[in-house]
């Protein structure tokens, strides 16, 4: 018989393109302003434009959108792309929370917020480098 209709992807949900662009410009925010996530601040350099860009595509294309991020650089090589910073338990917890109050404060459905939190903390622990 019919087969279930496809699963709305998370891209969608969101409101697609800017969204994914506010969420991540939020997300970057707070980062540099909060300072529940100044361990975080530190591990990056001063200018932010970079990693704002390529978070932003990245997560367009992680989200179920258009895969700006692979387009333009290849397989994300998400893990061996980290390893020059040293992340632990603490940061891959602020990163985490800070991803939970960027998509709060841009209204998140809270059951995607859910959903999304849980596949995060995958990628962020996946990312770790350091015991600790
Ligand atoms: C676990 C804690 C994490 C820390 C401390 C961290 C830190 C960093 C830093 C310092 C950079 C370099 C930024 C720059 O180029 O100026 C970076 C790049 C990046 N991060 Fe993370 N990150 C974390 C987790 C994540 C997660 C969970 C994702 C995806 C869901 C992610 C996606 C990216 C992407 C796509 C880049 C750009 C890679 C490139 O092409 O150079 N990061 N991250």
Not at 61 to 82: K, M, N, S, T, V
Not at 104 to 119: I, K, P, S, W
Not at 126 to 131: F, G, I, L, S, V
Request: one cysteine or more; glycine letters at 8%.
């Amino acid at each position: 018989m019919s087969e279930a209709p496809p699963a709305t992807a998370p891209y969608e949900r969101l409101g697609g393109d800017a969204t994914v662009r506010t969420l991540v410009d939020r997300f970057y925010d707070l980062m540099d302003l909060e300072p529940e996530y100044a361990d975080l601040r530190r591990v990056h350099g001063s200018d932010l434009t970079a990693a704002r860009d390529k978070l932003y595509w990245f997560l367009s294309g992680w989200l179920g959108g258009p895969d700006l991020y692979i387009e333009r650089f290849g397989h994300p090589r998400l893990r061996a792309r980290h390893l020059p910073f040293a992340i632990g338990i603490r940061e891959r917890d602020q990163w985490l929370a800070c991803m939970n109050q960027a998509m709060v404060e841009c209204g998140v459905a809270e059951d995607l917020r859910a959903r999304l939190l849980q596949a995060f903390f995958q990628t962020a622990d996946w990312m770790r480098n350091q015991a600790g």
